[in-house]
């Protein structure tokens, strides 16, 4: 049974940039959020989609954006890179809360984006 | 101020102590999960409780929805529970979005 998998693992990119980082959640689940963690910081959320929609989303710019495919993988891309973007970015995927109620969170290892 | 508060934010132990992390959050909650965290980025999820308390072999989670407060402990700790220890709520307020804790970095020395 694969658990959530993330690519690329590391990312070096140039501020000004675009980048693409891919998701595909646990089987069975259809939630996929995504979350930045700054060095010695907790997660931030940043989005979550349910059904190929954005359900939900953090304090984070226009500048992320996401997506979600019919088999419930999704995709985070965040244009015009800062070097405050440099982070590791985590996807998580549970089953519908509106169903479901809480669920556990099944993480991925995260990909290391560096801005340079 | 963050919605959800850890303490300690270090921790050090000797091996076979007894640990307890501390999370207290201000919003209304669905939820609070327990995370670890290893080097690398990896996050387990340890617990998941919206009232009482559970157990999972030598670790042990509380939680009081009154006092807003939950507590994780680690019985006869040992060196492979070193990990940064997340807390995490979903509100039951806002969207049910998750806020997270900064974490606990422990540490237990053989």
């Known amino acids: 049974d694969a658990g959530v998998t993330q690519s690329p693992t590391h990312l070096i990119k140039t501020r000004g940039q675009q980048v693409t980082l891919r998701c595909s959640p646990k089987s069975g689940h259809d939630t996929v959020s995504w979350y930045q963690q700054a060095l010695g910081q907790g997660p931030q959320f940043i989005f979550q989609?349910?059904?190929?929609?954005?359900?939900q989303r953090g304090n984070f710019p226009d500048r992320f954006s996401g997506h979600q495919f019919p088999n419930y993988s999704s995709e985070l891309n965040v244009n015009a890179l800062l070097l405050g973007d440099s982070a590791l970015y985590l996807c998580a995927s549970s089953l519908a809360a509106v169903f479901f109620g809480d669920s556990p969170l099944h993480f991925g290892n995260g990909t290391r984006l560096t801005v340079t | 101020k963050n919605e959800v508060e850890q303490s300690p934010q270090n921790l050090t132990a000797q091996e076979g102590e007894f640990i307890t992390i501390n999370c207290s959050y201000s919003v209304g909650i669905s939820a609070l999960h327990w995370l670890q965290q290893h080097p690398g980025g990896g996050i387990v999820s340890l617990f998941m409780?919206?009232?009482g308390k559970k157990k999972h072999g030598r670790l042990i989670a509380t939680i009081n929805i009154q006092e807003k407060h939950s507590s994780l402990h680690i019985t006869a700790s040992h060196p492979r529970d070193s990990a940064v220890y997340i807390c995490?709520?979903?509100?039951?307020?806002?969207?049910?979005?998750?806020?997270f804790g900064t974490g606990t970095s422990l540490t237990v020395i053989p």
């Open positions: 995490a709520v979903r509100s039951g307020q806002t969207g049910n979005q998750f806020y």
């Open positions: 989609y349910y059904e190929e929609e954005e359900r």
């Open positions: 409780l919206s009232s």
